[in-house]
C-alpha cells in the first residue's frame, strides 16, 4: 500500500483565493480514508473560506492515506424501480425567455428555482450543503420518490451529498455519503445503484458510494489512479473513464468477475487506453501500471495512446459512449460494437456554436445529449439527434462559475444541477427546472 505523499495540487483559474498559509489548515491532519469515521457536516463557511484560499495557492495538500481495507467488499445492489418509458419534448421547447429572480433563464412552460446554497442547511433536513458541488446524478427510489447525488469539489473535504425527495418531488431529507476525499469533480451511476464519485487529482481515485447511505463507501484503484473526470457503464458491464487533464487519455476498465448478483465486481479487472486512429477506429492497450505505482503517470505509461485536451463528462446511451472534452470543445461519439470514435459536436466548425466549454453532460431517453458549460454563457444545451443545438437553460450575472451535475429525475420533468460557484460566497448553488421536458408514453 502506498504510503502518503506530498504533491503540488493544480490551480484552477475560476479560484480566486487569498495568501492564508496552507500550512495552518494541515498542520496535524492527515486525512484518513472513506473508511474513516462516519460521515459529518460540510465545511463550516469560515473552513471554507480558508479552503478557498489554500486551493488557490501554490502550496502543496497531503493525500489521503488509504487503508487497506478501503476497498475490500464489493458493493450490494440497490434494489430500483423500472424507469417510465418516456417520449423526449426537447425539440418542440421553446427559446429563452427572461431570467427570473434567481437569474435563471428557462424557455416558456418552465420554472427554475433554487433548492439549496452551499453552506447552508438544505431546508428542513438538518443537513449543510457541501461547497462547491458538482458532477450528479438521480437514483429513482421503491416509494416513488428519487435521490439527487452531488460531488463536492473541495480540495481536502471533498465527497458527495444527497437529497431524498418523495414522489411529489419534496425534499425528504439530506446527508453525506462520502466525506473527505479529495476534489470530487464529476463520476456517473451504475445500473446496480451506485454512484462512482471521481477524485480530480494526479493520483485521483473512483470511489464507490450508496446513494441511501446505507453502505460504507469503497475506494476503487483498480479503475485507475489518475486525474479522474467521469466514468460510465455499457450494456456488458464495462467502465468508460475520461480524465481532466490536457494531455488526458480515454480508458476502459473490465472487471475480472462479477458479483454472485451479476454485476460489476470493482475491486479487480484490466485498465486499457484508447488509441484512435486517423479514420477513428479504436485500439485498446493494457495499462501497465494502472494504480500509478512507478515513477510514471498513468496517462503516458502507453506511448501509443491518443491524448484528450481535458476529458469531461460521459454518458452510455444505446451502445454509444458519449464524452466531452473541453480543451478543444468536442463532444465524441464511441461506437462500442464498431469500436469507433466519431465527433459529434465541434465548436470550431459547427454553423451555430453556441456551445462553448464543454464540461458535463447527460442523455434523454430519445438521445438528446445536454451538455454543461464551464464558462461559456453559462447554459445547459441540448445536442438534438439531428444535430441541431438548443439551449434549455442560462444563468446570468455568475460567468465566474461553471454548470455541473445535470439530470432528470424519474419522470424526465425536472432537471437538477448546479452553478459550482454562484451565490454571493461564490462557492454553489443547487437549482432545479421544472416543466414539460418529457412526457409519458
Known amino acids: 500500500m502506498r504510503l502518503p505523499f506530498v504533491r503540488p495540487l493544480p490551480r484552477r483559474t475560476v479560484l480566486r483565493g487569498g495568501l492564508a498559509s496552507f500550512a495552518s489548515l494541515v498542520a496535524g491532519r492527515v486525512l484518513p480514508g472513506c473508511d474513516g469515521p462516519a460521515p459529518t457536516p460540510d465545511a463550516s463557511a469560515a473552513d471554507a473560506a480558508v479552503e478557498l484560499d489554500a486551493l488557490a495557492s501554490d502550496a502543496p495538500i497531503v493525500d489521503a492515506v488509504i487503508h487497506p481495507d478501503a476497498f475490500s467488499s464489493p458493493f450490494v445492489p440497490n434494489p430500483m424501480p423500472a424507469r417510465p418509458a418516456l417520449r423526449s419534448l426537447i425539440s418542440s421547447i421553446g427559446p429563452l425567455g427572461a431570467a427570473n429572480a434567481d437569474g435563471v433563464r428557462v424557455p416558456p412552460g418552465f420554472t427554475a428555482r433554487i433548492l439549496a446554497i452551499a453552506g447552508e442547511e438544505v431546508s428542513g433536513t438538518g443537513y449543510t450543503w457541501h461547497t462547491y458541488p458538482d458532477g450528479g446524478t438521480c437514483f429513482a427510489t421503491t416509494d416513488g420518490g428519487w435521490i439527487y447525488v452531488s460531488n463536492s469539489e473541495m480540495p481536502l473535504r471533498g465527497g458527495v451529498g444527497a437529497m431524498r425527495f418523495d414522489a411529489s418531488g419534496a425534499i425528504v431529507s439530506a446527508q453525506r455519503i462520502l466525506d473527505r476525499t479529495n476534489i470530487n469533480c464529476a463520476g456517473g451511476g451504475t445500473p446496480w445503484g451506485s454512484w462512482l464519485s471521481c477524485e480530480e487529482t494526479p493520483r485521483g481515485m473512483v470511489h464507490e458510494c450508496d446513494p441511501h447511505g446505507m453502505q460504507a463507501p469503497q475506494a476503487r484503484p483498480a479503475l485507475g489512479v489518475f486525474k479522474h473526470e ?19 487519455c480515454f480508458y476502459r476498465f473490465t472487471p475480472a468477475t462479477f458479483t454472485a448478483m451479476g454485476h460489476p465486481d470493482l475491486r479487480t479487472g484490466t485498465l486499457h487506453v484508447a488509441q484512435v486512429a486517423s479514420d477513428g477506429a479504436v485500439t485498446w492497450h493494457e495499462v501497465p501500471d494502472p494504480q500509478f505505482l512507478g515513477a510514471v503517470d498513468t496517462r503516458d505509461q502507453v506511448a501509443a495512446a491518443t491524448h484528450f485536451d481535458g476529458g469531461e463528462g460521459i454518458w452510455f446511451h444505446e451502445g454509444v459512449v458519449y464524452f466531452s472534452s473541453k480543451g478543444d470543445n468536442h463532444v465524441r461519439a464511441y461506437d462500442v460494437a464498431g469500436e469507433s470514435i466519431s465527433v459529434l459536436y465541434d465548436a470550431a ?31 445547459i444545451v441540448a445536442i438534438l439527434p439531428d444535430g441541431t443545438l438548443k439551449a434549455l437553460m442560462q444563468i446570468e450575472g455568475q460567468d465566474g462559475s461553471e ?3 445535470p439530470a432528470f429525475d424519474p419522470s424526465g420533468t425536472r ?7 454562484g451565490g454571493t460566497r461564490e462557492i454553489g448553488i443547487t437549482y432545479v427546472i421544472e416543466g414539460p421536458f418529457h412526457e409519458a408514453v
Open 349 to 379: 466548425t459547427h454553423p451555430d456554436p453556441i456551445l462553448r466549454g464543454v464540461d458535463n453532460l447527460t442523455v434523454t431517453c430519445c438521445g438528446d445529449v445536454l451538455v454543461a458549460e464551464d464558462g461559456g454563457d453559462m447554459q
Open 415 to 421: 432537471l437538477y444541477f448546479s452553478s459550482q460557484r
Open 403 to 405: 454548470i455541473t451535475g
Open 230 to 248: 467521469a466514468v460510465c457503464v455499457d450494456a456488458e458491464g464495462r467502465l468508460y473513464l475520461t480524465e481532466d487533464h490536457a494531455e488526458g
